[in-house]
């Protein structure tokens, strides 16, 4: 036996400075500075973490390579073949995959022959393959995705819906980008594909500005190449202050159909599916230590059925009423699109997103 070597087996624990290692036998040498541990070790550096079936560590330069890995960075985990940590901040994956989800056999993932992982900015690999349980559904020669923590710009794969159904066919919803502009602005947009029947653009945007004004602003366009018909809608909210005690809110939901909410093929709710109005007011408010004062119109859009079954509208005169603000709370990506009678203060910032491509399961 080399007398620089040291075999421990059987629930082996190793120490060194801030990194602790633990599997079931262990071979260090002294003169080399490198381990091999073998039997589930587990290698704690650190706040990072990784688990696999075999592990070799260089305690000189703490670089190791770990067979059959799997960590976790950020809000990602990786796994693959072969993870190799070639610098501090870089590990290069051999047959990886990469995914948000925190199953052993996650729901999504995306897989890859090589991957580069830059820790805290991106993953780059090539090729790449995105997987819905095992099955794959979209294939790139190469892909570009941010790991950063906090809000930042990127592709929304993970939001995607695929399927099908009996009256649409095949189709695929909210493929989308994120933009994140800056701290005070960020916008979303996405669409739909129905097979043989239609596609559907969306867009949302918002904004705040601390102690000025904030709001959003979405929308959608359907273009029916089936039947050669359009339809669109806008909803708008827009909360602004004037001065002391004094502020201004306005909202509008517009549409030129009154059917284009009802589509249950569009996969909205089922409460803007049953909505029958479409309120759109502008409100000024002004408070004294004593009194106060409240100033406003809107308009009103309800859709009736007629007694033949199809639906007509009709748009009532706009009136004076009191208005209370509303609330601008929605996603980006349009999944939870507020209510047109929302009486709450819209919220006081633009919370940090998180990873487009984080979606937990």
């Not at 629930?11 to 260090?28: C, D, G, H, N, P």
């Not at 941010?146 to 066919?169: C, D, M, T, Y």
């Not at 960020?186 to 739909?192: E, F, K, N, Q, S």
């Not at 004294?288 to 199809?310: D, E, F, K, Q």
Request: hydrophobic share 30%; charged share 25%; with cysteine.
């Amino acid at each position: 036996m080399n007398r620089h070597t040291v075999d421990v087996k059987g629930a082996a624990e190793v120490a060194y400075r801030s990194m602790r290692l633990q599997a079931a036998s262990v071979a260090f040498n002294s003169q080399t500075e490198k381990m091999r541990a073998v039997g589930d070790p587990v290698l704690v550096d650190g706040a990072d973490r990784i688990t696999g079936e075999t592990m070799t560590y260089d305690l000189s330069i703490r670089r190791g390579t770990v067979y059959s890995g799997r960590t976790k960075y950020e809000q990602g985990y990786v796994s693959g073949k072969r993870v190799r940590r070639v610098s501090e901040d870089i590990l290069d994956v051999e047959d990886g995959t990469y995914t948000t989800c925190d199953l052993l056999e996650p729901h999504y993932h995306f897989g890859s022959k090589k991957m580069k992982i830059m820790l805290h900015d991106k993953v780059v690999a090539k090729p790449i393959v995105f997987y819905i349980k095992r099955i794959p559904v979209l294939v790139l020669p190469f892909y570009i995705f941010p790991i950063k923590s906090g809000r930042h710009s990127g592709f929304q794969l993970p939001q995607v819906e695929f399927g099908s159904s009996n009256g649409g066919g095949k189709f695929v919803r909210n493929l989308g980008y994120y933009w994140a502009i800056n701290d005070y602005l960020d916008a979303t947009l996405w669409a739909d594909y129905y097979q043989g029947d239609r596609w559907v653009g969306h867009g949302q945007g918002r904004y705040h500005k601390r102690y000025g004004y904030q709001g959003q602003l979405s929308g959608s366009y359907e273009n029916r190449y089936s039947t050669g018909s359009n339809r669109w809608d806008i909803v708008g909210r827009h909360y602004q202050t004037l001065g002391p005690n004094f502020s201004l809110t306005a909202q509008a939901n517009l549409t030129n159909a009154s059917d284009y909410y009802k589509d249950e093929f569009l996969g909205r709710s089922v409460l803007l599916r049953v909505q029958r109005n479409l309120r759109s007011s502008v409100s000024v408010q002004k408070g004294w230590s004593r009194a106060s004062l409240n100033l406003g119109c809107s308009a009103i859009r309800t859709w009736t059925p007629t007694r033949a079954g199809s639906e007509s509208n009709r748009r009532r005169p706009p009136r004076r009423s009191r208005c209370p603000p509303v609330r601008s709370g929605a996603r980006p990506g349009g999944r939870n699109r507020p209510d047109s009678h929302s009486s709450r203060r819209p919220s006081t910032r633009i919370e940090p997103r998180s990873s487009p491509n984080a979606i937990h399961s």
